[in-house]
């Protein structure tokens, strides 16, 4: 099948010809929590989604990603043309450096594609336990559908990759959200993930259980309160006084 390539001095993305017409496009990059891949990645799996694309850039780092014992390139572009969804999906953090060309450029080749709609996911760091899901639009309409399935953010900034696809949906017209999920701290939170997944399906309609999201969340849990708990007996350990002689 054909390819499409849009680039500028430092970005390129290359896909195939999408079946879509007028599709969702999901935005999740890593961020805080790592909120905004985790629930991207969830959505390809359970959408069955297929690659079709990637981006690039020289200044990404080095790097190949491993699944399987397969080479995939560090982000990567997913559709399901049977629910009109497209997903554009990264395994690595962006640098600040060039998250307004990746933005950028992923809104220039967006906008041919004439998109129903484009969702970016985030994290939103807080002191809370409630993990509750925020919303910002880029105009007053994009947020009136999710009246009652999140809560708006007032006041405040979205840096990176999704801040800048926002900028760039409200400069050129594109009707855009961008659903936050809140989160303590920059350890992956998949439950955190699991209550923006839960607003996008009563948003959307789509098909798509999140038990296997919790379960995940869960183990995750488990594991750093082991880690956590094998932290605090290292640290409980009486160590050696330092008038001791090493000689005995």
Request: charged share 25%.
């Amino acid at each position: 099948m054909m390819a499409d390539r849009i680039e500028d001095q430092f970005v390129k993305i290359t896909v195939e010809k999408l079946e879509s017409k007028n599709p969702i496009i999901i935005c999740g990059f890593p961020g805080m929590g790592l909120v905004g891949n985790i629930v991207a990645q969830y959505i390809i799996d359970q959408l069955q989604m297929k690659y079709c694309g990637y981006i690039d850039s020289r200044l990404f780092p080095p790097i190949a990603i491993i699944y399987t014992g397969i080479v995939k390139n560090p982000v990567r572009i997913y559709e399901s043309p049977e629910n009109n969804v497209v997903v554009v999906f990264s395994d690595i953090p962006i640098d600040p450096i060039i998250s307004g060309e990746v933005g950028r450029t992923i809104i220039n080749w967006a906008k041919p594609l004439d998109p129903k709609e484009i969702i970016a996911i985030a994290g939103l760091a807080t002191t809370g336990e409630e993990r509750r899901v925020f919303c910002a639009g880029a105009t007053a309409q994009d947020l009136e559908k999710l009246k009652g399935h999140a809560e708006v953010f007032e006041v405040g900034t979205i840096s990176g990759v999704p801040g800048v696809v926002m900028n760039e949906c409200q400069n050129n017209s594109i009707p855009a959200i961008c659903m936050l999920g809140e989160t303590r701290g920059a350890n992956p939170d998949p439950r955190a993930a699991a209550e923006v997944v839960k607003s996008l399906v009563k948003v959307y309609g789509w098909d798509i259980k999140i038990d296997a999201l919790i379960k995940e969340a869960d183990q995750i849990e488990q594991m750093l309160h082991k880690l956590s708990e094998q932290i605090g007996e290292a640290e409980a350990r009486p160590s050696k006084s330092p008038d001791s002689s090493i000689y005995g």
